[in-house]
């Protein structure tokens, strides 16, 4: 892979099946399929299909719903848990007023 190409981050989902992968922006659908199977079109690059560094960051991947052949069912993408909140004590602005 060229390595002055952008990486593209991904979150492929399927109910509680949450698989994160990275691949470079000139990847093929291919390659991700040697991730996870039975997602796209083969040969279409990732950016002919819309995918981008900007819409497909590590802080933000973009989501991909994983379906699987022969299973007649809705897509179902269940949330993964919400972390507790950061405490007082952590936050910058608590943190700075407590430096002074």
Known sequence: MDSSKMELFFEILRRKTHIFCDVKENATVLEIKKIIEGILKDRQTLTECGY???NSRA???APL???VANEEED???EP???PP???DAMRPEQAATNEQ
């Open 52 to 54: 981008t560094p900007q």
């Open 59 to 61: 802080q933000a991947p």
């Open 65 to 67: 719903a994983l379906v």
């Open 75 to 77: 897509v179902i993408i």
């Open 80 to 82: 993964l848990s919400i």
């Open 85 to 87: 909140p950061v405490p």
